[in-house]
């Protein structure tokens, strides 16, 4: 298995305080993503890194920012939580080289917004 | 507006059934369509294809790209309970994006 790991894996926690999800790998691979999975909507991007300090939106970032001060550490931040981003989290690594084009899963992380 | 389309949404099969899954898409600047299979907890990796007509194959599983035709094919021969799973189809763009499907769930009855 490929070497990430998302910390908390459960959460719960009331509208309108902030959350920060973590992400580590030690892969050392340059892209890193954040993605939202709910029921009929499949696995939505959120923002994805590739490099440090570089990072960009994706499909649903209203609400969310995040930060990659190293290679190995990805931060998903809800300055302040709603109801509606109750959801379970999967950050996601890939690389552009060699057999690294896959792009492999964190555990995931169970986020509930009450 | 990129996009990635599965069928069936879901399926219900009896163990030793054949089973074809669908994926069509439409993306800019295509690099690779990914399968995987997720079970109660993160997507698992199955197949990338990057050229049409390559048929890649793992024990029961293989999968084909049409790159004029915009889709993909997964086959499961065999079909075993242990099967039973959402399958996610994945394109990757040239910038390293990914747009994922919402994946068609499968059951298989013993």
């Known amino acids: 298995d490929a070497g990430i790991t998302q910390s908390p894996r459960h959460k719960v926690t009331e509208t309108g305080t902030p959350v920060t999800l973590r992400c580590h790998q030690t892969e050392n691979h340059r892209y890193m993503y954040w993605y939202r999975q709910d029921p009929g909507h499949g696995l939505r991007l959120i923002h994805y890194s590739y490099g440090v300090k570089d990072t960009d939106k994706g499909e649903v970032s209203d609400g969310y920012s995040v930060s990659r001060s190293k290679t190995e550490d990805f931060l998903l931040t809800l300055e302040s939580a709603t109801s509606s981003q109750t959801s379970v989290y999967f950050c996601?690594?890939?690389?552009?080289?060699?057999?690294?084009?896959?792009?492999?899963f964190g555990p995931g992380t169970r986020l509930t917004v009450t | 507006e990129d996009k990635v389309v599965q069928s069936p949404l879901s399926l219900v099969v009896h163990e030793g059934d054949t089973v074809t899954l669908n994926c069509s898409y439409e993306v800019t600047n295509f690099r690779s369509l990914l399968w995987y299979k997720q079970e109660k907890k993160a997507p698992t990796f199955l197949f990338m294809l990057t050229s049409s007509g390559i048929e890649k194959k793992s024990g029961r599983l293989s999968s084909i790209l049409d790159k004029k035709e915009l889709f993909s094919i997964l086959n499961i021969t065999a079909t075993q309970t242990g099967d039973s799973a959402v399958y996610l189809c994945a394109v990757r763009t040239t910038g390293n994006q990914f747009y994922f499907g919402t994946g068609t769930s499968l059951t298989v009855i013993p």
């Open positions: 996601a690594i890939s690389d552009s080289s060699g057999s690294s084009y896959e792009q492999y």
